[in-house]
């Protein structure tokens, strides 16, 4: 008779609520969801990209967005909004997933060993690309972040563009790319290295900026980035590696541009 008693365990246990349970988004879920990160992304990119032609002076047309969009200004402000976009749209997917969000996105630390084998990793591939370069006589610092740099250095925001350069590009692109897409698909028929070969695809396919060369450098950086994601099961090992790769670029750029 206890089973009938509305106190007992067993009649408390009927009435509670059940909860779904946690879930990770499949393949088109989750290629779904990085359609509306990407597009929360470049929405909180635009904004800026808007306000600078609003502030301009004549017409705010095509020309105006053009000519604001080369300002190293405007790109380091563009992509520092783009992380809290990018954020949003990231804890609402996975709160609807109902698993945890540091959880979803590996968002765990890694040893220091760990992080000084990323690095020595990264290293080693950039000397390659960088031998090549100079092999195939092909710029080794796209002329794209020359004149960005030279932009931002004369506007007195080179230290705005180090902190959307080195900090808020790896994490908003390392959460989406490494963390979101590598995580769903990884659990799909793709496994491990097709997770790790379409997630770089598609994070290569943000640099719409490169050349041909500069987007081979692009990938290939991608699936090593992905490889230490799924290797040592940790976004911030990526985050850190991708954060110190920017930095060494911006500096090799610098150089350049003192240089030049």
């Known amino acids: 008779m206890d089973s009938l008693d509305p106190a007992s ?68 402000l563009s992509v520092i909004t783009g992380l809290p976009a990018v954020l949003g749209a990231l804890w609402i997917a996975i709160r609807i997933s109902g698993t945890p969000f540091a959880d979803y996105l590996a968002l765990r630390w890694t040893s220091w060993k760990n992080i000084a084998i990323g690095i020595a990793s990264l290293a080693m591939l950039v000397l390659g690309w960088e031998l090549l370069s100079r092999a195939v006589h092909h710029e080794s610092t796209p002329e794209f972040m020359m004149d960005v740099l030279r932009s931002a250095r004369a506007d007195g ?48 396919a943000l640099h719409l900026q490169y050349d041909w060369f500069f987007f081979g450098e692009v990938f290939s950086i991608g699936l090593l980035l992905g490889y230490l994601r799924s290797r040592y099961q940790s976004t911030w090992l990526t985050v850190i590696v991708h954060g110190l790769n ?3 670029a911006v500096v090799q750029t610098l150089v350049l541009v003192a240089s030049s």
Request: aromatic share 16%.
């Open 157 to 204: 925001a080179l230290w705005l563009l180090l902190i959307a350069f080195c900090v808020a590009a790896p994490v908003s692109e390392e959460f989406f790319s490494r963390g979101f897409l590598y995580r769903g698909w990884s659990e799909t028929f793709l496994g491990r290295w097709g997770a790790i070969v379409l997630s770089s695809a598609v994070w290569t």
């Open 246 to 248: 920017n930095l060494a």
């Open 9 to 76: 365990p067993v009649a408390l246990a009927s009435h509670a609520p059940t909860r779904r349970p946690p879930r990770i988004w499949k393949f088109w879920g989750t290629a779904l969801w990085g359609l509306v990160v990407f597009g929360a992304m470049f929405a909180g990119q635009m904004a800026v990209v808007a306000w600078f032609v609003l502030r301009e002076e004549g017409p705010a047309d095509i020309a105006a967005a053009i000519n604001v969009l080369g300002g190293g200004l405007t790109i380091s």
